[in-house]
C-alpha cells in the first residue's frame, strides 16, 4: 500500500515542483533580466547565470505548495475511485492510509530544510553580487550605502523609571569595503561635553582598537549647546565601537542569510539598539525555522481533505489547492507583521499559521475517520 500510494504521490509532487518554480521564476526573475537586457545592455550569458542562482529560491518556495497539490489531488483521484473505500473494508484505517503521506512530507521537509538554509540564501547572494558586477563594471562596486547606527544607553530617573537616550550616532555615506566615506559623528556618551565629527573618510585600526580619521573637523560644544572648540585635523584617532563596521560587512538581504548568518546579524543590530530592526530579524529567523514544517501541514491537510469521499476532478482539486496556498500565505504575511509590530510574539508571528493549518488538517482528519 505504501509502496502504491507513494508511486501516485510522487509524479504529482514533481509535476508540482516544476510548475510552481517555473511560474515563479517567471513572474520574478525573466521579466526584470529581459527589461535589463534591453535597457541596460545585460550579457544574455549573465542573465543565464542569474536565473540559474534565483532558481534554487522558487524550489524552496515550490515544495511546500507541490506537496499540498500532490496530496489533495491523489487521495481526491482514489476517493472518487473509491480505492479508499475499498482499503477501509479490508480494515485499513484513515490514519495509517494519511501516515503514507505525512511521512513523504517529512522528506520533503528536510529537502526543503536544506535548500533554504545551504542552497539558496547562497544562490540568492551570488546572483545579487553577478548582477551588481555586471552592470557596474565602469564603476566602483560599494558594498554598502547609507551606513546608519543609533546608540542608545538606559537611564534609570529620580522616580525610578528608565528612558532611553541617543548616546553616539554613527553615519556614512558609503562603504567600498575599506573604508567609510562621509562620515557625520554625534558623541554624547561623554558627560560635560557634546562632539560632533565630520570627516572625509575613516578606516577601523585593528591593531590599537580604534578608528582612524582623515581629512575632517571635531566640534566641541558644552552641555549647555555653548561652543567650546573647532578642531580640524589630516588623520586623528577616536576610540569608538567597530558596530558600524560590522553592520556594512554583514548587512545583507535576509533572504541572503542563512539562520547563522542571520543570528549573527541579530547580535550586531542588537548593539545597535534598533528594536524595530530586532524584531524583524527575529520574525525572519522564525521564519526560516519555520517554513520547512509546512510542507508537513500542507501533507497532512492535502490528504485529510482529498479524503473526504467525493467525486472531484483535478481541476477541482487543483482549485482547492491554490484557495488553500493564497489562504495560507495571507496568514503568514498578516502574522509576521504582527510580529514585526510587537502585537503578538516573534515566534507566533512565524508560527501561527502553521498552528491553524495543522488544528484544521487533525479536525478534517478526525471527522473521516469518524465516518
Not at 57 to 86: C, G, H, K
Not at 318 to 340: E, K, P, R, T
Request: glycine share 8%; with cysteine; aromatic share 12%.
Amino acid at each position: 500500500m505504501d509502496r502504491y500510494l507513494a508511486s501516485e504521490l510522487l509524479p504529482v509532487f514533481f509535476f508540482g515542483v516544476g510548475a510552481f518554480s517555473s511560474l515563479g521564476v517567471t513572474i520574478d526573475a525573466v521579466f526584470d533580466l529581459v527589461r535589463k537586457i534591453v535597457e541596460s545592455g545585460l550579457p544574455i550569458d549573465i542573465a543565464i547565470q542569474v536565473f540559474l542562482l534565483k532558481l534554487p529560491n522558487f524550489i524552496v518556495l515550490a515544495f511546500p505548495m507541490s506537496t499540498l497539490l500532490a496530496t489533495l489531488m491523489t487521495y481526491s483521484r482514489l476517493s472518487s475511485d473509491s480505492e479508499l473505500i475499498a482499503l477501509r473494508g479490508c480494515g485499513v484505517s484513515v490514519y495509517r492510509m494519511v501516515l503514507t503521506a505525512v511521512m513523504l512530507s517529512l522528506v520533503v521537509t528536510g529537502m526543503t530544510f536544506v535548500f533554504n538554509e545551504h542552497i539558496a540564501p547562497a544562490a540568492n547572494y551570488q546572483a545579487a553580487n553577478t548582477l551588481e558586477q555586471a552592470l557596474k563594471s565602469d564603476k566602483p562596486i560599494l558594498k554598502q550605502q547609507n551606513i546608519f547606527y543609533p546608540e542608545y544607553r538606559e537611564n534609570l530617573q529620580p522616580d525610578g523609571t528608565k528612558i532611553k537616550i541617543l548616546i553616539r550616532l554613527f553615519y556614512a555615506d558609503q562603504f567600498d569595503g575599506k573604508r567609510m566615506k562621509g562620515l557625520t559623528i554625534i558623541d554624547r556618551s561623554t558627560e560635560g561635553v557634546n562632539q560632533i565629527v565630520v570627516s572625509e573618510s575613516a578606516r577601523w585600526n585593528a591593531s590599537q582598537n580604534v578608528w582612524d580619521f582623515y581629512n575632517g573637523t571635531i566640534y566641541l560644544v558644552a552641555p549647555d549647546r555653548s561652543y567650546r572648540n573647532i578642531l580640524r585635523f589630516e588623520q586623528q584617532q577616536l576610540k569608538l565601537p567597530r558596530t558600524p563596521l560590522s553592520l556594512a560587512e554583514k548587512s545583507r538581504d535576509y533572504g541572503e542569510m542563512n539562520i547563522g548568518e542571520a543570528l549573527e546579524q541579530l547580535e550586531v543590530e542588537r548593539l545597535g539598539g534598533d528594536r524595530q530592526k530586532i524584531r524583524k530579524l527575529q520574525v525572519r529567523i522564525q521564519q526560516k525555522i519555520s517554513l520547512p514544517f509546512v510542507c508537513v501541514v500542507f501533507g497532512l491537510v492535502g490528504a485529510a481533505m482529498g479524503s473526504i469521499p467525493q467525486r472531484t476532478g483535478r481541476g477541482t482539486s487543483f482549485g482547492i489547492s491554490v484557495i488553500v496556498i493564497f489562504s495560507y500565505y495571507l496568514i503568514f504575511f498578516i502574522s509576521g507583521a504582527m510580529g514585526q509590530a510587537g502585537v503578538i510574539s516573534p515566534f507566533m508571528g512565524a508560527w501561527l499559521p502553521n498552528f491553524m493549518f495543522l488544528g484544521i488538517g487533525a479536525f478534517l482528519l478526525m471527522r473521516v475517520a469518524k465516518r
